[in-house]
């Protein structure tokens, strides 16, 4: 199991000891891997919001359904 550190750790360690294509498979690999630890996480804290913001908007959100993006407020 990666975390964060690790990461963080090898994109400071740079390419010396590998070829780019190398580090950057292996940086993709470990994101890859990181997203998939974070993923179940993700979706129950999108399930929390969502029935959260039914309860706030009843009849706008749908349990089932992806939030509406013009409910939420702007992230960008």
Do not use: C
């Amino acid at each position: 199991m990666f975390s964060f550190k690790h990461l963080f750790f090898f994109t400071l360690r740079g390419s010396n000891e590998k070829s780019d294509s190398t580090a950057n498979n292996e940086e993709r690999r470990i994101v890859e891997q990181l997203w998939q630890e974070l993923k179940p996480l993700h979706r129950l804290l999108h399930a929390f919001i969502r029935q959260q913001m039914s309860k706030l908007y009843p009849g706008l959100i749908e349990l089932d359904q992806p939030i509406p993006v013009h409910l939420t407020s702007r992230t960008y």
